[in-house]
Each structure stands twice: as C-alpha cells, then as structure tokens.
C-alpha cells in the first residue's frame, strides 16, 4: 500500500514538473515569437520610410534639372544612387541575412550621402533655392531623413530586446530549438565616427 501511495505521489509530482516545464516552454516561445514580430513591424516602417524616400527623388531631380548650369555630376550621382537602391529586393527576410542586410544599409548610405551633396550644391544656385517647388521637396527629403532615423532607431531598439531574449537563459534553449537566430543592427555609416572639419 505504501509503495503504490508512494509512486502515485512521484508521478503526481513528476506530472507537476512536466506540466510546468512545458507551460514554460510554450510562454518563452511566445515571448520570443512577439519580438520576432515586432521587429518584423519595425522594418516595414523603416521600408517604408525609406520607400518615402525614393518616391521623393524624381521630382527632385526633375525640378533641379531645370536650373541652368546646374552641376550634372552631382544630379548623375543621385538618379545612379537611386537605381541601385530600387535594385534591392526589400523582405522581412533581409533582416535574417546579415550580408544582405548590410548590403542594403551600405547602398541607402550611398544615397543619402548623393542627396547630402545635391542639397549642398544647391546653395550655390541661389534662383533654383528660391523657387516653391523645390522649397517644399527639400522639406519634404529633410523630414523623411529625419523618419529614417527614427524608424531605425525602433528597429534597432526592437532588435535588441529580440536578440537579448534569444541570448539569456533559459530563453536561448528555446531559441536554440526552434532555430530563432540573432538579427543585425543598423549601424553608423562610415566615418561617422569622424568629427566633421569646419572651415571658415
């Protein structure tokens, strides 16, 4: 009688431990499934700030190219910087494929550095400054610049807590798993650890 209270009381209690082992399973899967997620809306708002971004361009090289004398390397620079960027084929999976994804980063660098140097030399024409058109486009780069920097800034957030919970333990069991793997950061572009030179 003993011994049959006694193994029904172990496998009660074992029943108990497998129950709530699973039950942590299944919240920590969860839980990294909801980062995951997150981070997956993170990047479409970076997509799609940076889609603002290529949408703004051809008005801004038609207005431009219709100053006089205007400097047709630097508008050359910003329409090639353009089409390599739609050359990307953006997906949530990007984020998956660091060599992709830097890929992706290097290439929009590049054409945020042709708008940069567009923008600049503008100042040297002072007519094509003052007309409304390009006025409004400017503000209208200048804004979504300041979208992309925010959107990447939540995405690098988002990735942080996502690869934070698939590193800590227990989380990393599960992670390891069910093959959730770290994702990139956006990083600083090139240089930008530079102060920049002012001349007067």
Partial sequence: MKRVLGCG???????????????????????????????????????SAYQRRLDLIPNLVETVKGAANFERST????VAARARATQIVLSPEIVNDPAKFREFQQVQGALGSALS??????EAYP???????????QEQIEGTENRINVERRRF???VGTYNAAIRVF???LVAGL???GAKAFFESDS???KAPQVKF
């Fill in 178 to 180: 069910f093959g959730f």
């Fill in 9 to 47: 009381v172990f496998g009660l209690v074992f029943a108990v431990v497998v129950i709530a082992v699973l039950g942590w399973g299944i919240a920590a899967y969860n839980r990294i499934v909801r980062q995951d997620v997150a981070v997956a809306q993170s990047w479409s708002q970076v997509e």
């Fill in 191 to 193: 240089g930008a650890e």
């Fill in 75 to 78: 508008l050359d620079a910003v």
């Fill in 127 to 137: 007519e094509l400054k003052a007309t409304a058109n390009f006025g409004t486009l």
């Fill in 170 to 172: 227990p989380g990393s």
């Fill in 117 to 122: 140097r567009l923008i600049a030399t503008v």
């Fill in 156 to 158: 690098n957030e988002a």
